[in-house]
């Protein structure tokens, strides 16, 4: 059986589903890259040039543990995913820069996305291209992009419903949606950052224990429908063109304005030029109304840092709760 | 109305006179210097690229100075200038200053861009507008010309200074030319100027490149002056992109010339299959362009945080082994000092001369 490799970093973190399932309908092995550890964050360190952020790092550390083991590589070429909003200029050159940066790769399956240029047809058409590669059959590649999407609509619902990650990535190949138990009484605090730092294990481990394990129930922005950030954004002077910085910013308003959130945390990692700007915006909108801690991830982490940080944040929190 | 335009390059020197000439009232800041980044540098979120800050702290000067709208046209992504002007009237107005920010709707559509104009800048024809916005492109174009030329000529003067003299005199003429006809009339003045100017004879000047993000490119604030450097070393210097293409890129605009993205595109497709925002098509495909014309050595430079930039980087160090051209990064933040760069430069350069003696 052909094998094809997805590493575990950056857009895994939001399409894996549909990839997993149009994949494995076509009848292709897919081996997704180990779980990122400091290992990994060294090897991607070493390939690219410093200034680099670490998401770029870490997907192509994860790259380099893959690349010996799979037929093809896949790198989608993701340049917008919504009519009006482009990615991370990093994402659209993301497979040249794969080429230029790692040597001996097995080929890459590198199609474009581009919603922008190319209607709402487009994620369609990159799927169908894709599965040409594998599939003389047309029917059976609609087949498996129609379940693909359905998997990847039941996984928003479930993380919408608050499961995490991971659960969501295993109820959603069942089609039943199962309840999750409400956490109320709870003090809520909302996690804003792009998925691939608010999901992966590695760089949420000590946010997510320290915040978790002191009682608070942590939001992501997957809660959200697409509805209610674009509520959140309508009254923006311009339209944030990156897709995820609209996502960060609707959300903390939406978080600050309607679900009585009583702190956020900010994620980004060194040097982002994007969320230099969201991170602007949002402390712009929403301040003095709800206490905000920005944390900065970069290929040294400590969890020592972060964690005093965290606990002052917290203790902002409590006291802005009890004084309501 | 009091206009004012952030500094980018000799752009102000385009529109400044002819903008006056036609009633608009311009307030020019001081040109940006250390203060004006530390200005800047102070209320700008800490990841905000150099150009941001720079002019962020320009405005805030331009504001003092009694200013009431700030022309700043935005763009629509994938890199940050395009949201320039929301985060710097946002930041401005919290700091208390009341104006206009002259930000267009769709800032790739020339309608919108003049509309905008027409708005700020209080005039009242608009075919009036049409013909001073091209008198402007075609003013810039010429003064990128005798940029072009003085980097050309610069490495063969005899008379030390001589260049320099020269292009003051030629930046002043076409400053003052403010109508089509006068225009003319200098460019040929100066070609001759440049043409009769006494050349060494013999010279063989090193070849340097600069590509990168178009601030840092061109203004002089952002570069610590590298251009100048070099071209006082003796060192032809060669630009990727200048303000001129990159205006008639952008608009479409085309006062007879090549799309240059377009030629860089081209150039880059084995490396940079698709435009990753801002100048990275171009710093890409330029450099393989360069390389091919036999220039000595490349240098890419580009501010802290840049993204488009960035990818560039990433995908030159393998155009670099596989053109065997040597490439010397160069990025720029508010700690850069000038020393540090002059080193860089110099041993840079001793490197591109034993390259040349060992072929």
Sequence with gaps: MTKIGIPRGLLFYRYFPVWETFFETLRIEVIVSD??????????????????????????????????????????????????????????GLPDMVLCAIESLPPLIDLPIHCKAHGTEAERLFYLKVGKIFSKNREKVERAYAMGMERQGRFRTLLRKSFSFEE???????????????????????IIGRPYYTYDPFLRRSIVEQVEGRGYHLLMIEVLSDQ????????????????FGKEMVGSAIIFAQERSIQGIINLASFGCGQDSFNFEMIQHLIKGRVPILSLVFDEHLSDVGFSTRIEAFLEMVDRGVNQR | MKLSVPYLGMLHKAFGPVLRNAGVEIVLPPRPTKKTLDLGTKHAPEFACLPFKITLGSMIEALELGADSIFMPGGWGPCRFGY?????????????????MGSAKNPDDLRDMLDMMQRIAGLKSRAGLYKLFFFVLVRMSFLDWAMKKYFHYKPYEAVSGETDRIFEKTVHLIENSLSFPQLIKSVSIISLWFRRMEK?????????????????????????EIDMRLARKGIEVLKSVWLSDYLNDRFRFKPFRKNQLKLSARYARPY????????????????????????????????????PELVAQTILTKVQKDLDIPILTVIIDEHTAVGGVETRLEAFIDLLERRRRRC
């Design chain 2, 84 to 100: 320039f002007d929301v985060i710097q009237e946002q930041i401005l107005k919290d700091l208390g200053y009341s104006f206009t």
């Design chain 1, 168 to 190: 969501a990535l295993h109820l959603s190949r069942s089609s039943e949606i199962p309840e999750k138990l409400r956490e109320d009484g709870k003090v809520k605090v909302g």
């Design chain 1, 35 to 92: 779980p990122t550890t400091e290992a990994t964050i060294r090897q991607g360190s070493k390939l690219l040039p410093s200034d680099l952020c670490l998401p770029i790092k870490i997907y192509f550390g994860h790259i380099e543990s893959l690349r010996e083991k799979v037929d093809f590589l896949f790198v989608p070429r993701y340049i917008s995913i919504e009519s009006d909003a482009y990615m991370c200029p990093k994402l659209i």
């Design chain 1, 228 to 243: 209610e950030i674009e509520r959140g954004v309508e009254k923006l002077r311009k339209r944030i063109y990156w897709s």
């Design chain 2, 272 to 307: 940079l299959r698709f435009h990753s925002g801002g100048e990275s098509t171009e710093s890409v495909g330029k450099t393989i362009l360069f390389a091919k014309n036999g220039v000595d050595g490349v240098i890419h430079i580009f501010p802290f945080t840049c993204m």
């Design chain 2, 200 to 224: 060494k004879n013999g010279a063989h000047p090193l070849r340097v490149a600069m590509v990168g993000e178009l601030f840092t490119l061109l203004d002089a604030s952002a570069n610590m």
